[in-house]
């Protein structure tokens, strides 16, 4: 029980370090019979890449996925798929002193208390570049929603820091390197991470995410509720520290005359639940939120102690986001996509095949 | 996997309708030795009981738990612990139309939806009664917790509505019906519940939740995070929708500079990580904050459907809480209790025993 | 992980000890719309129950059980269900020094090392009457698979200590306390009983028992293949210290020509394989046999020691089945539902829906 | 839970078919601190692995293991363990009509039924190949065992066919390419082999392994003892059709006077229990036997439909031992290797440490 696989049908086991000979992951449970090929997976994998724009770190790896396992003449046969991502720039000149320090805010020191040991190169299995083989298993379980439900899962970034990112139209997230909804604000943001770069610093990020097309009946009460593993695997993400569904922390402060979502012969007439009611989907869309905390590897010195507990400081150089937010929209995505496919899974074994949606009316503006 | 066990290694498994015989929980996985009494678990299924003041339900139930198996001669065996709550008042001539069509807000709609049957009394199910084995749950895990490693875990409201509830001090929470850490307050909580009621509405509430004593190192990289089981525990409560750690969504807007927590030879000098880092813990207290939703049973007429489809009015009278966060401070306490508890056996089997805190530093000021 | 749950997606959660309060157990994961009632569950319940013959213990004991949740108006709603059965005659004055001294062939010293504590009374936890809430979740698992896909499991003795027991035909089963296969033999088998008596000691016994009806493609390679888990199930039942399917260990001495089944397009020519090639299902009958040691409780005095490591001997009076074996039939066909139909709802999750039996032709004999 | 993970705290998934890129597993839940390498898990291998005499598959392969995640500076580190063995000599040329009809007793008809298709290139998943993954897994746990308990696992060749190997002594096991314990009995078994050869025909075989130095208290009753997961590791072995352990079906004709292990401040008198008592194990050695079915694959014709359903008759040739029990010899040691592993990390997580056995007397001749 240590962790590293994800969902209980759709099973997605992780493996591997920043530095290692390889990342990746073993899926057991995928259906048989999907097509499925190599660059399915590649897409999803460039979309969550480093080095695509000077916002993200410039480690400059191609990241190609092979899939080693479980296909047969292209479609996928019920047994296990192992998908190997080799690392190839695996660059540990720059650590310096960090072998032996902690850096505020990063896993060194909890994984050293842990384990008593830890991969210090690139931070090893607690570096962010563990969540490529997450994106990988996640393009298979979206090919297959999408083929089998016409299911949909598109996120983007919401705010940067302090900056609130107005959501103006879907057709602009593919078109700048934040995945901003909104392509005015683009220029902002720009200055904004260059200015962090000449400071030195890092700065966090919130990201919504959606699912669209999702049947009725998803989840299982009483604890393993839709919602509830929804956040499971979300705040399991790197640096995610807060997860909201539907109005999330605004339903705080609202009366029930206001958050219920009304019902009508022809749908639902706003989406506050976020689609999920008693851990259950509604066949409304899935909303979801995160907040991720600023990346903790910065150029500013912050005093640490080292290993045998005396007073240091630490900087970081080398290769870093200075915001972990900007590549996490395709990696939420994954992650929503995993948790639905597991859960249509779950659903068929008690209950049967799913029940599309019927006739869901969507919240009129995504937050 | 129908989702009604919580836990891998200290493993409740929750049975029972509001309405129904009886409700319960079956631990499996507690260690021997464990001096426990069905005393121990009332204390604390009576702070989240019903009828406790005019604020919540009018429900008038015992709630008295028995102990059926697990336990000889006053200590635990080893063996599966069955905690029975038998159902009294079972009064169902309130619900009305509720049988046929399905309250905006509600689980009533997305379990019909999910299983092709709901049983419609109380909730059945999907009531908030169901909390209750988790409670009695929770007892045992806290006293494990609290007898071995000196653990406690302590929530409070820390807003109920728009109502923000500075934090004073730990030893206001026993003393009024809203477990809020300040007694000046309590009057204008009071007010605002009145005035809801006078209304037929209801409203959300924060709460807020803290673990002192925690070892460091427990958590599972790279998805079984201890902060992603919180996440997953606490989501999986009624009317939650939205969970913090640390600081939250506030760590969005803030520099890497000022989220890290520096440390030093005495301990950390501050807690924005709320005790996790990477997913693991750090040795300082746990942090947690949650949101929930206002109560979707309300007297206030709203728009929904019959089962055939048809519109319909909806009006929920009978006994239901105004706002179900009151009750909600002892169940995320227990919730928090049952996660770290699994997560210190999780790290026995692979790590050997735990590691207590070195001169961890809290933050000054709880959130 | 403290294993006393049975399957993954049908999962049966037992609790209880011979002398507490009362056993019983959780079923998670019923598909939703089966009629259920008490008495459905009874009636398996009574053909296990002890004081049916003068060859079985003679604890008399009603077992009644109760349907504490899952159900509402006779149909399970896809909630968990609670089995209970209270103990009503919980005798304890027969066992001398057993509360300090290890019977030889018990679990009292393997549970003494692991745990440091056992329940001495009647065995606790390693009773053979915890066996009881087994047979109660089968029950709910065969009637599902009956109403479904019409399938049947059916057991019986096929010997008693060194006498094999020729099987005549399935009607004879019923008609006797031995559940033997065949009339002729049961005097035979009544004597041999009635000298073990005398002699103060116990036999073995061997019990088939097969399912009728199985769709093909039940199983999970590689390591949950079907046959592996019933193998699992069977071994995991008190007592048994060997498993077969199909020719077992009589497959050893067989060449590849006369093992293996041939097919034609009306079906298999035999079942050497009981139904079950490379883990996965062929639609043939399913074909389990299982040894069961004798009786560890036994009027013959043994050398043991006691709980300081000191020599004592061990005389074993009260209420004890000379050979366990006898109530062991039904027991047997519970399990093999419940591993049915677990892998019916793992198959479905993965697979969709299964597949009836085309034409199987089973074994002429069965062995 | 498509079933391709063995384990529940030490977690072994297996991934990849005979004839596709490569094969391996990823094992999760490894202690941290172990010193290891690919030269520990390549001594395993080599001793399973084919070409290595006349009497086995000439398949040449080297199957060179690659460690790919996991290590520090040759230590495990806690993370995920991926080992990869590529495949390198994928000859499918001599596979005929097989990708068109079913081998009787192959698993080529039962995966058709369940999956809809199936990798026909040398039996794909279900290839007896996909054991090398599991052999190299227990190397692993072997390793750690030995260690930390000074544990072994000893298996041998105990009947081929008809013919019964005599227990001589331990050192003859890796002299001869059958693994006997008896060096006597080889030339007997060549001839045998030889003949069946000649015949184009095939024989089934019975291997017996035993664990020294087991701590007494691993298992958890009531459903996953110890001899339940033994016996679920085992019957999940291609090939096996039974698993005993101890006396096994030898019990059936015992009486509770012979069968009981007497027990004196020294130790246990005798081992008929092979090591287990009420599901958990009690210092004593485990002492386990299965049976091997005869390979499928077989020169002499057999009857057997097609796709379609229309009568074949079916002849394999290409490379296929004659019998599959030859290399099941350090497969056994391996899946035994791995259950007793997740036991001790599951008693340490319940329990704390596990007790080493107190003067424990093997039974003097192994069966």
């Known amino acids: 029980m240590s962790g590293s696989t994800l969902g209980e049908l759709f099973r997605v086991t992780n493996f591997g370090e920043s530095h290692g000979p390889a990342i990746g992951c073993v899926i057991d449970g995928c259906p048989p019979g999907l097509a499925l090929s190599e ?38 046969t019920g047994a296990p798929i192992c998908l190997l991502i080799r690392n190839t720039d695996q660059r540990s000149k720059d650590y310096g002193n960090l072998l032996d320090t902690f850096r505020p805010g990063h896993a060194d020191y909890s994984y050293w208390r842990k ?37 949909r ?9 302090a900056t609130d990112i107005p959501f103006e139209g879907f057709e602009h997230i593919p078109n700048n390197p934040f995945f901003a909804p909104n392509a005015s604000i683009v220029a902002q943001l720009e200055e904004q991470m260059d200015q962090l770069r000449r400071d030195g610093d890092s700065i966090g990020a919130r990201i919504s995410v959606i699912a669209q097309g999702v049947p009725a009946g998803l989840g299982e009460p009483l604890y393993d509720r839709l919602d509830a593993d929804i956040a499971h695997a979300m705040m399991g993400l790197n640096a995610v520290k807060g997860v909201e569904i539907g109005d999330g922390f605004a339903s705080v402060a609202q009366r029930g ?56 400081t630490v900087q970081t150089f080398g290769r870093h986001d200075p915001c972990v937010g900007i590549r996490a929209t395709p990696i939420a995505e994954a992650l929503l996509a995993l948790v639905v496919m597991d859960h249509v899974l779950r659903h068929r074994a008690q209950c049967g095949d799913v029940v599309l949606p019927i006739a869901p009316i969507p919240a009129a503006a995504p937050r």
């Open 153 to 161: 899962f598109i996120g983007w970034m919401s705010a940067l820091g």
């Open 39 to 76: 660059a399915d997976i590649q897409a999803e994998l460039d979309r969550r890449r480093p080095g695509t724009s000077r916002h993200v770190t410039q480690r400059n790896e191609p990241d190609a996925v092979e899939i080693l396992s479980g296909l047969y003449e292209g479609q996928t």
């Open 257 to 312: 005359s206001e958050h219920g979502d009304e019902l009508t012969p022809e749908g639902f007439l706003s989406n506050h639940a976020g689609g999920v009611l008693g851990g259950v989907s509604t066949g409304q869309d899935l909303v979801v939120s995160i907040a991720i905390k600023p990346t903790s590897s910065i150029r500013t010195p912050r005093a640490s102690i080292d290993r045998a507990g005396n007073p240091s």
């Open 115 to 151: 384990y008593g040991v830890r991969d210090p190169r690139g931070g090893g299995r607690s570096s962010a570049r563990l969540t490529a083989p997450t994106v990988a298993a996640g393009a298979v379980a979206k090919k297959w929603l999408q083929q089998k439900y016409g299911m």
